[in-house]
Nanobody, 123 residues
Framework: QAQLVESGGGLVQAGGSLRLSCAAS????????MGWFRQAPGKEREFVAAITRSGGSTYYTDSVKGRFTISRSNAKNTMYLQMNNLKPEDTAIYYCAAKSATYNEYVSSYDYWGQGTQVTVSS
């Protein structure tokens, strides 16, 4: 099993930046592909970005390409999401998730989830 804890959320003005972290414990971190998802009030949870077990490949939803960067440090058992040029529509609870097979964008395929961290972008 893996335990995941997100941090780094907060309130920021439009155009600002935040860096989210996801600290993992339990089974070997490098065994998992990882993803970031978000859920805005009244909306379904949606995919944001994913990264392979080695960190060699990444995948983003179109709305964050060029603004967000996903990365990981297997030595530190931590994944990151650098968010630049934030927009009000990025406001949501952000969740990190882990899966034991190839990374993808499907919520239902991830095995472990963190508790989420709130990101609020003011206009």
């Amino acid at each position: 099993q893996a335990q995941l804890v997100e941090s780094g959320g907060g309130l920021v003005q439009a155009g600002g930046s935040l860096r989210l972290s996801c600290a993992a414990s339990g089974r070997t971190f490098s065994a998992y592909a990882m993803g970031w998802f978000r859920q805005a009030p009244g909306k379904e949870r949606e995919f944001v970005a994913a990264i392979t077990r080695s960190g060699g490949s990444t995948y983003y939803t179109d709305s964050v390409k060029g603004r967000f960067t996903i990365s990981r440090s297997n030595a530190k058992n931590t994944m990151y999401l650098q968010m630049n040029n934030l927009k009000p529509e990025d406001t949501a609870i952000y969740y990190c998730a882990a899966k034991s097979a190839t990374y993808n964008e499907y919520v239902s395929s991830y095995d472990y989830w963190g508790q989420g961290t709130q990101v609020t972008v003011s206009s």
